[in-house]
């Protein structure tokens, strides 16, 4: 009740009256702070929303510490101190909060903006270290890529590097990014035979085409057989009824390379042996094949 009270008296003062509300808090917060009670700290947020309105964070920075288990509190106050440029402080409490935190969900948003701390600061170094974690929880290539060229390639990355993939491939049927990720991550390594067998209702008809022509180069028979027997991604039957153009715009492309690999008639005959096998079971690729040929 005190709190709804004292921000409508700051909503309805004067710009020179909020500064003199502001002077007050920090006042008051300060004359009580040591026993840190409850009411204490509910006065330190209040008056980190007031100060941020009044735009005086800059000057009153110092008063404001980080409380436990007030999560949106402390992620605020980290990000304006990282939109003032006050890196190292923001990374301290940032770590700060990690080590307290008794459920690791709650390290992901500190973790973020250390990653974002870090990427400013150009610290390669601890760059690499927190995306080493997040590539754990959130697939991204070009983090995965970066971690890769700093790492050394022995058993820990090794295991690191499984449980990046693994991690990618749970998520991957509901995030297009982790698909993308997973294929993007076997193509690095050149494993041609890992990445037809992703070739299944996690991998969407877009991402295919970034890779048939090389596929089928390297191993025509097995990507053919993946592909036209492949379930489909719950995505693309999502975009068939909701952007069936840039569906086909895919299917085209990948019905064009496999013509051009084996002709029509090999094309035709194929597709047919999976349209009796399958019946109305065959994917939008067969379908969309069946109607060119």
Request: proline letters at 2%; one cysteine or more.
């Amino acid at each position: 009740m005190w709190k709804r009270l004292i921000v409508q008296i700051f909503n309805m003062s004067s710009p020179a009256r909020r500064s003199e509300i502001v002077i007050m808090l920090i006042s008051v917060y300060q004359s009580g702070k040591a026993e840190n009670t409850n009411d204490s700290k509910e006065l330190l947020q209040l008056l980190l929303r007031i100060v941020i309105a009044n735009q005086q964070f800059v000057d009153y920075k110092d008063i404001f510490q980080p409380i436990r288990h007030a999560f949106t509190y402390n992620l605020e106050l980290i990000d304006r101190l990282i939109e003032i440029g006050d890196f190292r402080t923001a990374e301290s409490y940032c770590n700060e909060q990690i080590q307290m935190n008794t459920n690791g969900e709650y390290d992901w948003s500190y973790i973020s903006r250390l990653k974002h701390i870090y990427t400013q600061t150009k610290d390669q170094q601890k760059l690499i270290l927190i995306l080493s974690k997040i590539l754990l929880k959130t697939p991204d290539f070009e983090d995965y890529k970066l971690v890769v060229s700093h790492l050394p390639h022995d058993a820990e990355f090794k295991k690191w590097r499984n449980m990046v993939l693994a991690n990618a491939r749970q998520l991957a049927i509901f995030d297009k990014k982790s698909a993308d990720f997973s294929l993007a991550l076997r193509h690095s390594e050149g494993d041609v035979k890992g990445m037809i067998a992703y070739l299944d209702d996690k991998i969407d008809y877009e991402c295919i085409t970034l890779y048939a022509k090389e596929l089928l180069d390297q191993s025509p028979e097995l990507f053919i057989k993946k592909l036209l027997e492949k379930p489909d991604a719950y995505r693309d039957i999502v975009l068939r009824e909701d952007d069936n153009a840039k569906l086909n715009h895919s299917l085209e492309k990948l019905y064009s390379l496999t013509i051009s690999k084996f002709g029509t008639e090999t094309m035709l005959l194929m597709v047919k042996q999976i349209e009796i096998r399958y019946r109305s079971w065959v994917n939008l690729f067969v379908k969309y094949a069946i109607e060119k040929l």
